[in-house]
């Protein structure tokens, strides 16, 4: 470099020597400043000085034919000039000389030697950029096929927070693996330095010869390839928005956790890698480097966001929550990443793109939502379950709502906030903690009140009005309980628990009354002014009744079921507590009667103990489990 | 009496479809809304008739050289766009409607039309970008040639290699194989195992869609089962799903259109379309459809990538381009240079117009796509919510 650095600017010194000198005794004159001003150029210039004239065409022809001679070796060369790194550096000697030359020559193009030269130096320049195109393609080329970027991906790559192993692969070509989720600088040596370095050279003499274009071209031609190889190896397939409709969900479920890996893996690794080697390959032409960068990854990107927009256009089935929650939250937790990486001027569309489909999938979230709320709604009231027990549709409603809250935070991101707006009733003495009312919460008690209205109309059902209260006690029971202990609880607030569980006390009260009121009118004392004969025949045939009401309730009952102990045991306690007083008093006004008392015996079948031990007999249900 | 009123709506022609029948029969027609509100959307619907058929008229007077160019393309776009915004008014002022059946029916079944179209939209922005490429080709042919002092032997062999690389982007894929093979021969280069590798980057550019799809079955799908409504339907949704069929017409004809212009997979214009001209829209859809299909069957035209006029022009001015530049002998005649010159105004020319257009163009179907999901959004929304209230 050192010497055609100096005999560029040997010809400098003459071309101005040549300019400014009007005779050829100026034209020393001026040589022989040069001379003393530099020792290097003394012997260079007095050298030429005599026999040549820059203008000469000879000189022209000297300096063309050597660089002819020099670089048509290596254009018509079969052997690719970068297998011998003297020979790549020579041959981009030769280029730049060849470019610095036609710079020269350009200015002085009106001279007709100097066109003729210029013409064919020119031919000589577009034989370099093609060769060196090639050399550059292959290059490209060649660093990624040694570089095996998905072995061990599939097991390895590991996003969560828990998995904390260093496994490590000794083999260079893997990606080193599992780190903890922070720590995204896993450097990928997207080609070797060297080879880096190789392109960068070539680069900037395409672009500064005017071959940017084919240079950035031939770039991202073979990235872009590589990149989506990488990707379909992840296992992602291309699908149009209609043939996402059609998938199976179980199909769709696989496509989802496949898509959440390849869309991590490209925007935490492969696009930042495709960034860095675009940046440093067309280093000092921001300009190229920013066009190749989105001619690289626009295709991969599209192919990533269409999936997520096919999950957003997609159905909204209760089912899929789960799994559009997952596409929601990783296109959300990846934003930041598309704004670091699609900074640019031509990328901003891509991340516009990104941002729309994540609004998308909140508003399919909310549909999901309004699915789920006239799946409750239309959910028939035709068979009754037996013995009032829990109604399926409980079960499914609040085990899916418990799940969703697991994902609270979400969900408040997608429902949004809502401030109870000024002199609203929310009393904060109360300790409301739902002071700032979410529109979350707005949305599970709604579907509360759904879910309540609904059972409602299922336990009209029952022709019993008890078995009414049975059923709503047990699936109000099984709902507080699920409300209870989680993040449910805490939208819905204490308020909302304990006017629920006042709700159950009062199907439980109209239980007994139902039930048992008529039975224990039964066994009410009465004031009669019938003869003491009379008085103890109509207890004896009180007595007959009540057995007669008491066999009824405990045959009908005894499929009853109520799930939960506690209940089941505060139900047989309350029931007992005024049926096994108002018996003892009855059996022992029967037995202190005056004429028959001694005579009661025969009558009373059951001891107040054996009426305790039918009635702890119920609400087990014919066996089943409870729950 | 009836009897007579049918035959005398059906001959006085739905030339407000149908509306004609249910001014005859508003007294007779159990309607679900009051005889005043039934006028009022009587009003609303036949202007959305009436809307479409001018928009359509506009479109259809373009002259020969307008039509499937980029700025008619555009044009075409826009009138969707007004004619979506108007059609989603309706339905949002119909929204409590939509859930009743035969509406239900007839409002899922657009919106699944619908989807079918966003797919189209995807495949034609790969396509757009896919002439870009062709554009960044005549770029390269442009800068080797253009602001030159003279046109030397270098600067012709870049242009050539420029010229090659865009006809073959521009050729289907099978026929790329060959071409490719000819030009690495014709520039000396024999390094057979590269050659298959690169030719990878002429594969077509689609990253929306899977390599199985085809643009024309997804037309055919699209269009399935659109059948005119009958008298009795019409009357039993009060009109609105004469609205929901005009719309579903106009998304297939765009459609259609774009496939026609714009190059995709599987291009196949076979699409039925018939409908009757008593729609006040029918004449001017049609008679585009015929012109369309006619410049499809034109021979110059028959195995192009897509009708769009500026493909035409490219691969025209490429044509003339190669032409000359295969009978060119250096050093070049000064009449020669001139032709030279003539050749490169002519497809600086082109790369302007493509240059210029292609972004805004690419930016609108960009459009139709959003509001196309976000009409059937709206519209999903409102169904979910009406069964809300039942």
Known sequence: ?627 | MPATDCQEASSASFSSLGFSILSRRRDQVHSMESPHEATAQEIELEAFQKLVAERFHELAASNSGELLTISWTRKLLEVFLCIQEEFRVIVFNKKGFLNKPPMDRYINEFFERSVKGLDVCNAIRDGIEQIRQWQNQLEIVLCALDNQRSIGEGQVRRAKKALIDLTIGMLDEKESNTALAHRNRSFGRNNVQRDRKSFGHFRSLSWSVSRSWSAAKQLQALGNNMVAPRPNEVIATNGLNVAVFTMSYVLLFVMWALVAAIPCQDRGLQTHFSVSRQFLWAVPMLSLHERILEESKKRDRKNACGLLKEIREIEECARHMNELIDSVQFPLTEEKEGEARNRVKELGMVYGAIKDGLDPLERQVREVFHRIVRSRTEGLDSIGRANSHD
């Open chain 1, 1 to 627: 470099m050192a010497d055609n650095g100096e005999q560029k600017l040997i010809a400098v010194a003459r071309h101005i020597a040549n300019t400014l000198g009007h005779t050829d005794n100026m034209t020393d004159d001026i040589l022989k400043i040069f001379s003393n001003f530099d020792g290097r150029l003394r012997e260079k210039l007095t050298e030429k000085l005599s026999d040549e004239d820059p203008r000469d065409c000879a000189t022209l022809e000297h300096t063309l034919k050597s660089l002819d001679r020099q670089i048509s070796r290596y254009v018509s060369s079969d052997q690719p000039i970068w297998s011998d790194s003297a020979d790549a550096s020579s041959f981009l000697d030769s280029v730049d000389q060849l470019i610095s030359s036609i710079r020269d020559w350009t200015q002085l193009a009106d001279d007709k030697n100097i066109a003729a030269c210029l013409y064919r130096a020119e031919d000589l320049l577009q034989q370099s950029m093609f060769r060196l195109e090639d050399e550059f393609r292959s290059l490209v080329e060649r660093g990624a096929e040694s570089f095996d970027l998905t072995r061990g991906e599939s097991t390895h790559l590991d996003f969560s927070d828990e998995d904390d192993s260093g496994e490590e692969d000794g083999d260079d070509n893997e990606i080193p693996v599992a780190h903890p989720i922070t720590d995204y600088n896993i450097i990928i040596d997207a080609l070797p330095a060297g080879t880096i370095g190789d392109l960068q050279e070539i680069a900037k003499r395409m672009v500064a010869a005017g071959y940017g274009k084919e240079c950035s071209h031939a770039y991202s031609t073979c990235r872009r390839e590589f990149l989506e190889e990488s990707l379909s190896r992840l296992g992602l397939q291309k699908l149009s928005i209609d043939e996402v409709q059609k998938l199976q969900w179980t199909q769709l479920e696989d496509e989802i956790e496949k898509w959440i890996k390849a869309i991590n893996v490209a925007l935490r690794i492969l696009f930042p890698s495709e960034r860095r080697l675009c940046d440093r390959v067309f280093l000092g032409f921001s300009s190229a480097s920013d066009l190749s960068f989105m001619e690289v990854c626009r295709g991969s990107t599209i192919q990533l966001l269409n999936f997520a927009d096919a999950v957003a256009i997609g159905s909204r089935a209760p089912e899929r929550l789960f799994k559009v929650l997952d596409v929601y939250e990783t296109m959300r937790d990846l934003l930041p990443e598309f704004e670091l990486i699609f900074s640019d001027q031509y990328c901003m569309s891509l991340r516009n793109e990104a941002i729309t489909i994540w609004k998308r999938l909140g508003e399919v979230i909310r549909g999901i939502f309004m699915e789920l709320e006239n799946l409750i709604r239309r959910d028939p009231a035709k068979a009754a379950v037996p013995g009032g027990g829990l109604h399926p549709i409980t079960r499914y409603v609040m085990n899916y709502l418990r799940a969703a809250c697991r994902s609270r935070q979400t969900l408040e991101q997608i429902f949004g906030e809502s401030i109870a707006p000024p002199g609203s009733n929310v009393d904060y003495r109360k300790g409301d903690d739902r002071a700032l009312s979410s529109s979350l919460a707005v949305q599970m008690e709604w579907i509360m009140e759904l879910l309540e209205s609904n059972l409602e109309a299922k336990s009209k059902i029952y022709r019993d009005s008890a078995l009414c209260s049975v059923f709503m006690m047990n699936n109000g029971r099984y709902i507080v309980q699920k409300v209870k202990d989680g993040e449910l609880g805490a939208l819905l607030g204490d308020d909302w628990i304990k006017k629920h569980n006042a709700k159950i006390r009062q199907y439980h009260v109209n239980y007994q009354r139902s039930s048992w009121s008529k039975v224990l009118g039964v066994l009410k004392a009465e004031n009669n002014s019938t003869s003491p004969n009379g008085a103890s025949n109509g207890l004896i045939e009180k007595l007959k009744l009540f057995y007669s009401y008491f066999e009824v309730i405990c045959k009908t009952q005894s499929s009853w079921v109520i799930f939960d102990e506690q209940s089941r045991d505060e139900l047989r306690i309350s029931v007992l507590g005024t049926l096994s007083p108002a018996y003892r008093n009855f059996i022992g006004r029967l037995q202190n009667a005056p004429d028959f008392g001694k005579y009661a015996d025969r009558h009373i079948k059951y001891g107040v103990d054996d009426i305790e031990a039918r009635i702890n007999e119920l609400f087990q249900g014919s066996g089943s489990s409870r729950r």
